[in-house]
């Protein structure tokens, strides 16, 4: 199997209009700021989509974005397996800020306030830290593995490229798309592009 292509985001900039944009994130960050016209599947409701994106990749090319590139090269390989060619966007919407092009908002009243996910991972491995030290003071001591659970699993995180914090985190409601939204997203990737 090939490696997904890679484009870099001013590559990606010059073909927005003819590539349809799958955004992988969870809905939370994908309010937080997104590539303009990016659709929202978040990672873990790829298979779910997969009808939806095969046609969209069947008309026309696919990018597919998350926040630095990791997951959005999980989705291209998992999407590859399956036989759907899609790109990737390097560096994801980090990148594509830090190159100074601009990311599209919900409006005010039309988003849900959200954390990166990286953000989140960071939070709750902290609070469990302080949380399993604290009570391992007032408490029992025992509650110290608390704690050494939680760096055995970030060591665990940076050595296998994976986070299963994140993939938990990933399934609290304000990290999940509303049906309808999802719904909607799928629809939009059966229309053809001619379609308004």
Known sequence: MTSPLTLDP????????DLTVIDVRTPGEY?????????????DLMGR???????AADRGDVLVVCASGARSQSACTLLAEQGVRTATLAGGTHAWAAAGHGLDRPAAGDTRAGWSMERQVRFTAGALVL???LLGLLVHPAFQLLSAGVAGGLVFSA??????M???????????????????TLATLRRDRSTP
Not at 166 to 184: C, E, F, I, Q, S
Request: aromatic share 0%; charged share 20%; net charge positive.
């Open 31 to 43: 309010a937080s700021g997104h590539l303009p016209g990016a659709l929202n599947v978040p990672l």
């Open 10 to 17: 001013d590559q990606a900039r010059a073909r927005l209009h």
């Open 166 to 184: 994140a993939v938990l985190l990933g399934k609290l409601p304000h990290n999940r798309p509303r049906p309808a939204d999802l719904a909607a």
């Open 131 to 133: 949380l399993g030290l």
């Open 159 to 164: 050595l296998t490229d994976t986070c299963g």
């Open 49 to 55: 989509a997969l009808p939806e994106i095969r046609h």
